[in-house]
């Protein structure tokens, strides 16, 4: 049975997530919208990640016996003033999504809830690699600056994207 404390969090981070799936989801549009395909079908795959990891959370507070309290979410920017300055705002949410997992360690640790802490593991070592990927696209953007050749190339690349999910067993 999950602690209220650690309900509340763990719900809080439900919203965090579906917030994260509504960037992405105004990011591909945005990316629409200046013909960077490429781009919008990578944006498309995170919308599809932050869902699926809005859901784990949702499941696992059930699980649990706890109970999901869904609650209004922000509303994202819009607009960019490019793709560096868009891939630079994910980074930093990855960031701050990055902090709140951290945090939800530390309450499970200081709420000695072992199960809620295992469960957040998966978390943890996907933000590592959420950040990397990203920062990795801010740096090839960097370099690229205004080589309209390279935007396209990096466009392609990043429409090669496939989101599949996880096997049942993968976490």
């Known amino acids: 049975m999950l602690k209220k404390k650690m309900q509340k969090a763990l719900n809080e981070q439900i919203n965090a997530e ?3 799936a509504y960037l ?16 919008a079908t990578w944006m ?19 699980e649990r016996g706890g109970r999901v309290t869904l609650e209004l979410i922000n509303k994202p920017e819009t607009s960019w003033k490019g793709p560096l300055t868009a891939f630079k705002h994910i980074l930093r949410h990855e960031q701050m999504v990055t902090g709140l997992i951290n945090d939800l360690v530390d309450l499970a640790e200081k709420e000695r809830d072992h199960a809620t802490r295992i469960f957040l593991q998966w978390f943890v070592t996907e933000q590592v690699e959420e950040e990397a990927s990203v920062g990795e696209i801010v740096d090839k953007l960097e370099l690229i600056q205004e080589n309209t050749s390279g935007l396209f190339l990096l466009d392609a690349d990043l429409g090669k994207r496939a989101f599949t999910l996880p096997a049942a067993s993968g976490e």
């Open 18 to 20: 579906m917030y994260s």
């Open 24 to 39: 992405y989801l105004s990011m591909e549009s945005y990316f629409q919208s200046i013909s960077l395909g490429g781009f």
């Open 44 to 62: 498309r795959g995170q919308v599809q990640e932050e869902l699926l990891h809005a859901m784990k959370f949702y499941d696992f507070v059930n």
